[in-house]
Structures are given as C-alpha cells and as structure tokens.
C-alpha cells in the first residue's frame, strides 16, 4: 500500500471516529421518533429540544476546557445559581433596572467566581481541582441561598430575559435565539482551540504539564485562563436560565455541573486532559438533552431518565475504547497483508 | 553450557507501518546469560513483550523445553517460567517488602481468610538472601534503594520458579555501586540454573556479564555470538549495519564569547556556591556520579527551581531568570533528561511537540500561522532525519531515538544561543547517538554554548572541550581537552572526592 493510501485511510478513519458520536446521536432520534410515534420529530418538540439544549450545551463548554487540562469543575451548576441570584439581588435589593448592568453583573459575578477556583489551584497550591471546586460548590450555592433569602426572585426587564426566551420564527418552526447563540458560541471556541496559540496550548498543559512548562508556556496564566472561562459561560447558561423561568432561583442547576462533565465525556473527552473536541461536547449535550425529552414523551418517570443517563455514559466510554482497540488492530492486521 | 530450554522460531510481528520483528529467531540454554542487544527501534522491546505474552506474534512460534507454548498476557508468562523485570520497576513505594513480593499472590492461612504473614516473612527473608539481599522484609519500600527494589523485582520472579528471567536495561538507573550488586544478583541466578536475557545499551556490561550476545537490528537477527569471541567494534558494526571508526565525531572550534556565567549560585540542599563560565563555540562537560547535584543546578538556572543565592549572567548581563519563559528570552535552551515526563506530549503530533516552545512566535493576527508550523516542523524532521511518516504521527509511538530528536528539533527552532543537554542520549541507541553528537558539533560551528551534562564517562571524554566535575553539589574540578589530565581517571578522582 502506498503512503498516500495509508494517509487517506488514516483521514477517513479520524473522520469516522468523529463521526461516531453524531451517529449514535441520529440513531437515537430515530429510535425516539419510532417509539413515540413521530411526536419526537414534531415541529413544537423539535423547538423544545432546541430549547433545552442550551444550558446543558453553554455549561458543557466551559467544562470542556476545564477538562481538556485534566481538570475538573464540580462548581458549574453553583456558579450558574450565584450568578443569577446576584443579578436578582442587583434588581431587587438595588433597585437597578438597566439591562445592561444587571447582565454585565451576571456574567462578572461568574467570572469572578471562576477566577478564585483558578487562584486556589495557582496560589494556594491545592492538590486537585475536584477539592477546590468542591468547596466553591458548596460556597456558592451556600451564598446564592443566602443572598435571596433562599427565594426566587422575579420581575426582570424584557432585555435580561431576551436570551433565554427569544424565538426566531420560520413559518411553523421557530428557533430559539439561544441555540443559535450556542452554535456561533461553539464556533468560536472550535477556531479559538484548534487555531490560536492559546487554544493550543490548553491542550499541550492537558498532554503534558511539565513539557508545556518547560518549553516556557505560562502554565498558572493557562489554569487560571480555563476556569475563569468556564466561570463566565456558567453565567451565560444562567442568563439563558433566568430568561426560561422568568426569574431568578437559587436552587438552580443542581445538577448541572453532572451533566456539564457528561456531555464532555460522551463527547469523546478524555479525564487525562488533552483530547476532546467542542463539536463532540455539543454532540454530547445534544445526546443529553433528547433522552431527557424522549424520557417525558414516553412518560417516563424522571428516576428512569437517571438510569437510562447513566447508562448512556458508560456505554458511551465503553464504546470509545472499543474502537480505539479495534482500529489499532485493524491497522496491524492491514500492515500483516 | 546447560540444554536448550527456551527456543523462538520465525517470529514475525506487525505494527501499523512497520515490521518490528521479522522471522526472528534464537535459543537460550539453561544457566546462561544471553545479551540482547541492538539500537532503538531494532525489535528488542517488542521481542520481550512477546516473551512475556504482552504481544502474540504473527507468524512463528515460542518452544519451552522442546514443546510449543503459547502465553496469554504477563502473568501466564510468569506462571509458566517466563519472569521479566522491566526498566521501569513496579514497585508499590509504600508498602513494605513483604507485600510488595507477594503482591496478587498472597500465601493464606490454611482454611481461613486471613494471610499467612510468618510464612510469607519467612520466604521473604530466603529469597531475598538467596539474591544477596539482607533487607528487613519490614522495611517500607520508599526507604530503600533503587538497587534493592529491583533486587525485590528479580525475587518475584524467583517466587515463581521462573526459568528465564528478561532483565530489561536493568542499569539504567543504578548507581555503580548498584550495578556491581546487580552482576553478583545475576550470578547467583546462572549458579541456579536460571537463563537470564539481558538486555543493554552498555557494551562494558554486555562483555562483564554475558556468556552469548545476540545483536538485533530492523527486526531480524543479525548474529549470536559467545562473548568471548565478540569485539566491541564488532558488535557496533553488526549493531548499525556499518562499521563505526568512532563513536564521537568530535569537532573542535574556537572558543567564541561569554555567555553564561553563574556566580556563587546555592539551593539548600541541592547545591552549593557554583561559579563557571560557558563559552560560544565549545562544549562545557558537566561530570559527576549520579545525585551529584547537575541536574538541580541546570533546572534553576533554567527558572524551573528556584534558587536562594547567587546570580546568572547571560552574555555578562544579570539575566533575573524567574522561569522557563525568561531562560527561553534569554535564549536558553534546555533539553530535560526525562524525555517521556517532560520533553515531549506523548500522545500529540510531532508537529505540535517541536512547535510548542515557539508557539507565541508563530501567530498571524490571532490565528496561529499553520503554513509556517508546517514549514519549521519539515525542515526538523529533514534536518534531524526523523523516521516518521508524517507531522501528524504521535511523538509517543516514535523510537526513544527519534523522540529524542523530536525535542531537539522543539529547542533548535526556538534559535537560542546556549543549549543545555541533560542527558542527551540517554536510552537511545549508537546509531542516534551520534546523529545527537553530530547536531552538537553543527552548533558549536556555528558558535552557540553546549552544556552537556552526562553520566557516562566516554561521552564526556569523547565530545566535551572542557569538562567541570560535581560531587555532592559543589563542583570539585574543571580539566582542559588540551591538558594532560583529561582522562578518566582525573575525572573519577574528583567525582568521588579527590582533587584533578
């Protein structure tokens, strides 16, 4: 075989690994669209999905970077709680009404968050990411409890709530501005990982964090990059939730920093960091998001969604590394002709 | 010489790309210690992992004591004989010597859950001295000494009656005092009955220790050879396929400006008031036993470490080096002794490793510039002759060679003014080892600083200009190429505490 065949193969084979998840993911739809009798492929359903997906997918992505340096951030759903429960507080305690600063102030509330838990991996040295997130879980949930009186707050100004709830009409369907918001967003970060220095260079800290300092690359800067990132996506899915419920809840996304980690996962991210990719994450949120809403078509109950979830995860995996070790051997057996 | 009691025949194993064992074959006899030897790349490590059942071969068969057997993952390998200790050790560090022995092969109590801890005591103690080990078998194993941990290695082995022991470059990381231990381990073993495989890059042991060598190369055997017929200039040319008339193609220039001068430079513990001067144009030899405190004093010059006192002139200027970014500005280059743990990304593209050191460099707007990553990384793999078949291939399935090669080709493109070589052949084979030395001469050529610091003596008598010596992180020495103490001897003297 010539080399140019072995490199043509070699794309196809990438391209197919790539692939395999939208597969899985198209598979299940059309599982989901014959067991409902086509009320999952209905036009309003469609658009729903198109709804949920945001928050699982926004908060999937800051994970994703987070993950891609073999870290981890179990403050996601916290972080999105705080951020809103802190714009609540601007409106309802400060009385401000200004669009602009209450989500400015909810974003930088979540950046600022994310900043600590970067700070605390880079200045206090803590062993591991899952400690310090750990406790900023707990801290920020604690405080956006503490600072609404553990109480929903409404009464948003129209612009605040615009994310969330702003459809695009074509005919029948209509498309959340949120999603279209998601896919531009994802589009950034898939140029902003794979073409610039920076994105890069979250991937050389994942493959190998002694190299990547060795070779002079600012290691804390990228640490402290990745988490105050994910902190302000975290804000944005809380901006998108707020706009949903038409308030702010401090309760919310409690687990959202579970299912963050699990699109990532079934995306095809490795816990080791330094393999994943954004359109794989988006995949995976995607994956989540029609299960949970296959589940409710066929009246399932909400414990079966967390099992048929889980399951998901470890098939997922299992999968992944089936066909690494099955490729692997394909290529011997190819060489062995 | 004993009976034949293990036999390969016609071994054939495929990779992607490559044929890394090709109709292989060769005997080992009972009592004897058979050398394997050949450069990165030629086939060993696959042959061993064949050996102990890690791979299946594709064509071919293993033959034990005449009849065929087949193994089905390491611990079969050990159940039926084969025992291997690998380079790197497997040793548990915090549990004691008694567990780490007997680890997945617990001795019970008889009708009873609960371990048999006198008896597994007991046996400990008997293998370990049958070695030439008196250890507490109480001892925690992160108290102890690399030689000592692998001696417990070759006891697994023992424990199960193994009849061939593969010893997998079982020196690369002892002391010399370690190693001597080791030859007198291996002959206890051969008065046993035991085979041993030995598997080395230093020709002194191979001819010390081996009763045979066989030499590998490409994947094929090239020859089997009693020791005591084989030269070492021999067994570099069946090595490399071409005789070498000298393992160092030393070149010398002239001395070129200052560039880096260190000056009373300390780190408590690690070491203590350094003061030298590297020029353009030489290589500056950095000597000493292992542990001497090299490594440490070129990690803080470098800004990895830090350092408590002293100062770091680069080109007579106080160079301030924080880390590695600043040595980087500074135009330092330095190449780490642990390739795997951080010189390379093993599982990302040879693009990406020889790239990674540059990439602010290599940016158009806010996009990286791929054409010209593209560009530096071909002119590396052109330059440095990397095997590869292409940017996109893994740094982590090339040879230790080639990966070497890869790093280097990261720090050339970074264009900096003195290279620090910690280590720089370490684990790969002759053949590479000279393209390394090679690459040393073209930049002392082109006037750039070499440092070089090495463990291995005819290294450092073969391609250093001026060699300083270290000895518990103080430097104890400097000799000239041009004096008349430029051997080993003066060297060794001041390594272990005597004046040149």
């Known amino acids: 075989m010539s080399t140019e065949v072995i490199k043509r193969e070699n794309k196809l084979k990438k391209l197919a690994g790539k692939l395999g998840p939208l597969l899985a993911l198209v598979v299940l739809m059309i599982l989901l669209a014959l067991s409902t009798g086509g009320r999952f492929l209905a036009v309003n359903n469609i658009s729903n999905v198109l709804r949920q997906a945001p928050i699982v997918a926004l908060m999937a992505s800051g994970m994703l970077m987070v993950i891609l340096t073999g870290g981890i951030d179990l403050s996601a759903g916290s972080l999105l709680a705080v951020s809103i429960s802190f714009m609540g507080v601007m409106l309802k305690t400060f009385g401000i009404t200004n669009p602009v600063l209450l989500i400015g102030g909810c974003l930088l509330t979540g950046t600022l968050f994310g900043l600590v838990n970067g700070l605390m991996l880079t200045q ?35 612009p605040v709530l615009f994310i969330g709830v702003f459809d695009i009409k074509l005919g029948k369907f209509s498309i959340p501005f949120s999603f279209i918001l998601v896919i531009v967003l994802f589009f950034l970060i898939f140029i902003f990982l794979t073409r610039t220095a920076l994105g890069r260079k979250i991937y050389s800290f994942g493959g190998n964090r002694e190299a990547a300092r060795l070779a002079g690359i600012n290691v804390n800067g990228i640490q402290l990059f990745v988490y105050t990132a994910a902190g302000f996506m975290f804000a944005l899915a809380g901006l998108v939730y707020a706009g949903r419920l038409n308030s702010a809840v401090p309760l919310a996304s409690l687990e959202g920093d579970l299912d963050a980690i699990a699109a990532c996962i079934i995306g095809g991210a490795s816990f080791n960091g330094g393999k994943g990719s954004i359109w794989g994450t988006l995949i995976g949120a995607m994956m989540i998001t029609v299960i949970r809403n296959g589940c409710n078509l066929l009246g399932l109950s909400s414990d079966l969604q967390q099992i048929i979830i889980g399951a998901i995860i470890v098939v997922a995996v299992t999968i992944d590394v089936v066909r690494s070790s099955l490729q692997a051997r394909a290529k011997r057996l190819a060489v062995a002709q | 010489m004993g009976e034949i009691i293990f036999e390969l025949k016609n071994i054939t194993k495929y990779f992607p790309g490559v044929i890394a064992l090709d109709d292989m074959s060769f005997q080992i006899r009972a009592g004897e210690v058979h050398g394997l030897i050949g450069e990165n790349g030629a086939g060993k490590s696959t042959l061993i992992k064949v050996l102990t059942g890690v791979h299946k071969p594709d064509k071919g068969k293993i033959l034990m004591d005449g009849s065929e057997v087949t193994f089905q993952g390491p611990v079969n390998a050990l159940q039926k004989g084969v025992g291997c200790v690998y380079q790197e050790l497997n040793i548990v560090p915090q549990l004691n010597v008694i567990d780490n022995l007997f680890i997945g092969h617990y001795i019970q109590q008889k009708k009873s859950p609960l371990l048999n801890y006198s008896e597994m005591k007991h046996k400990t103690r008997e293998i370990m001295e049958s070695l030439g080990a008196d250890v507490d078998p109480m001892r925690e194993c992160s108290t102890l000494g690399i030689g000592v941990q692998q001696t417990i290695e070759i006891a697994k082995t023992i424990l199960h009656k193994s009849k061939l022991i593969i010893m997998d ?131 803080a010059i470098f800004g990895m470490d830090p350092i408590d006192k002293g100062t770091v002139y680069v080109r007579g200027k106080d160079a301030q080096i924080k880390n590695p970014a600043n040595a980087i500005d500074h135009r330092i280059a330095f190449l780490t002794e642990d390739r795997k743990g951080e010189g390379l990304i093993l599982d990302d593209t040879i693009l990406n490793n020889v790239t990674l050191a540059t990439i602010d460099k290599d940016v158009k707007g806010f996009l990286l510039d791929s054409e010209k990553r593209k560009e530096k990384a071909n002119r590396n793999v052109k330059e440095l002759k990397i095997k590869t078949p292409g940017l996109d291939t893994n740094a982590g399935t090339l040879s230790g060679g080639n990966q070497q090669k890869v790093v280097i080709g990261k720090w050339l493109n970074t264009d900096a003014n003195i290279y620090i070589f910690d280590e720089p052949t370490r ?74």
């Open chain 2, 169 to 299: 470059e079982p020196t690369s990381s002892l002391s010399e005092k370690e190693v001597k231990q080791l030859m007198a381990t291996i002959r206890l073993l051969k008065e046993q009955n035991i085979a041993i495989i030995f598997v080395s890059h230093k020709l002194e042991e191979i001819f010390e220790i081996c009763d045979v060598v066989t030499v590998m190369r490409d994947g094929k055997h090239v020859s089997t050879t009693p020791v005591v017929e084989m030269t070492k200039d021999k067994l570099i040319a069946d090595m490399v396929g071409r005789s070498l008339e000298n393992l160092f193609p030393k070149k010398s220039f002239d001395r070129g400006e200052e560039y880096l001068r260190v000056e009373g430079l300390t780190s408590i513990g690690k070491f203590k008031d350094i003061h030298f001067t590297a020029y353009g144009g030489e290589v500056l030899g950095f000597s000493g036993l292992v542990g001497a405190g090299r490594t440490e004093l070129f990690r």
């Open chain 2, 427 to 500: 684990g790969i084979d002759v053949g590479a080892k000279i393209e390394v030395y090679n690459i040393m001469n073209s930049l002392t050529e082109a006037g750039k600083c070499v440092i070089m610091v090495s463990s291995e003596l005819p290294e450092i008598l073969g391609m250093s200009d001026r060699v300083i010596v270290m000895r518990e992180g103080r430097i104890t020495g400097e000799v000239d190429r041009k004096s008349m103490k430029f051997n080993s001897e003066s060297i060794m003297k001041a390594a272990w505490g005597g004046t040149i």
């Open chain 1, 124 to 158: 206090l040295h803590l062993p591991h990411p899952f400690i310090s997130t750990l406790g900023m879980k707990n801290i920020a949930r604690g405080l956006a409890l503490l600072i609404t009186g553990a109480a929903a707050i409404a009464g948003f100004p129209a």
